[in-house]
């Protein structure tokens, strides 16, 4: 969560510096969801039990605003592109099997000697 989190706020950052149109038309609304996103993916990294929560809780949100971008090209000052459509979508995707994952057991990496 922690490189999540300082990647979102990265591009936060320079959305507002270098202007994002053309692929993904990213609004300052959208740079503003990215830092908050990031801070809170930081934030909840302390803990493998806060990551996971975070993990799954952003999954579902990106899930909604995926969604949300199959109905409707902008909401809230967020535009919707296609591309934007299918990145939220496959970040929607990634973070729920990560929070939902579940670990492997260290004694089932173990190899058992006689």
Do not use: Q, R, W
Request: glycine letters at 8%; hydrophobic letters at 60%; aromatic letters at 12%.
């Amino acid at each position: 969560m922690l490189t999540l989190g300082i990647i979102f706020i990265v591009i936060g950052i320079v959305g507002f510096i270098i202007p994002m149109e053309g692929l993904y038309h990213l609004t300052p609304v959208h740079h503003i969801v990215h830092l908050a996103s990031g801070i809170v993916a930081i934030i909840m990294s302390g803990t493998e039990a806060k990551a996971k929560l975070y993990a799954k809780v952003f999954g579902f949100v990106y899930l909604l605003v995926a969604i949300l971008g199959l109905f409707t090209h902008e909401f809230a000052g967020i535009h919707f592109l296609a591309a934007d459509n299918v990145l939220h979508f496959i970040i929607a995707f990634v973070s729920i099997f990560t929070g939902f994952a579940s670990p492997a057991s260290k004694s089932a990496n173990k190899t058992v000697s006689n």
